[in-house]
T-cell receptor
């Protein structure tokens, strides 16, 4: 079956521009997570969706970051007025929370470069 | 304090030998889960193994085993019979039961870069 997909795979943007990153989770997965991985670092949690609602936005680094999820499926992470420190790989993961489904399935990531 | 600590930035192992990657964690939750993920140079995150805090036995998955020492709060990954394809970054992660708003997000360590030598 299809895994988690993300687009674009690479994005180069100029400082100050807005960008949208897309995540298409595994069909039927109700939970969706966004993480950020800066160069040489571990993953940093950004936001969690259960269905279309985002009960946990605690990891968003600033109000320039926002995300939405529609139809309990596709999610978009938007970064407004991008800064050079936003350069990172943005990873999306999904799962169906439950005692038998602890594993999060990750997408291939979007590499964002802000010039 | 860091919730997940991986003290080995880089490790080398001879092909066919076993290697242990260290991970210590910090939580006050009685219910939590520990994960290991592999990230090859291509960038994808590959799930390797999971250990629940109430699991009595150490988890094993093929050549991977997790040496879980609850009192020491350590969850070391053991890879037996290393292969060249094992060269990658390895991340230890924790899921706590009482993460914000029930999100069960993973908290990751900084990773260990494993290089397998022919």
């Amino acid at each position: 079956g299809a895994g988690v997909s993300q687009s674009p795979s690479n994005k180069v943007t100029e400082k100050g521009k807005d960008v949208e990153l897309r995540c298409d989770p595994i069909s039927g997965h109700t939970a969706l997570y966004w993480y950020r991985q800066s160069l040489g670092q571990g993953l940093e949690f950004l936001i969690y969706f259960q269905g279309n609602s985002a009960p946990d936005k605690s990891g968003l680094p600033s109000d320039r970051f926002s995300a939405e999820r529609t139809g309990g499926s596709v999610s978009t992470l938007t970064i407004q007025r991008t800064q050079q420190e936003d350069s990172a790989v943005y990873l999306c993961a999904s799962n169906s929370p439950g005692r038998s489904s602890y594993e999060q399935y990750f997408g291939p990531g979007t590499r964002l470069t802000v010039t | 304090a860091q919730k997940i600590t991986q003290t080995q930035p880089g490790m080398f192992v001879q092909e066919k030998e076993a290697v242990t990657l260290d991970c210590t964690y910090d939580t006050s939750d009685p219910s939590y889960g520990l994960f290991w993920y592999k990230q090859p140079s291509s960038g994808e995150m590959i799930f390797l193994i999971y250990q629940g805090s109430y699991d009595q036995q150490n988890a094993t998955e093929g050549r991977y085993s997790l040496n879980f020492q609850k009192a020491r709060k350590s969850a070391n990954l053991v890879i037996s019979a290393s292969q060249l394809g094992d060269s990658a970054m390895y991340f230890c992660a924790m899921r706590e039961a009482y993460s914000g708003a029930g999100s069960y997000q993973l908290t990751f360590g900084k990773g260990t870069k494993l290089s397998v030598i022919p």
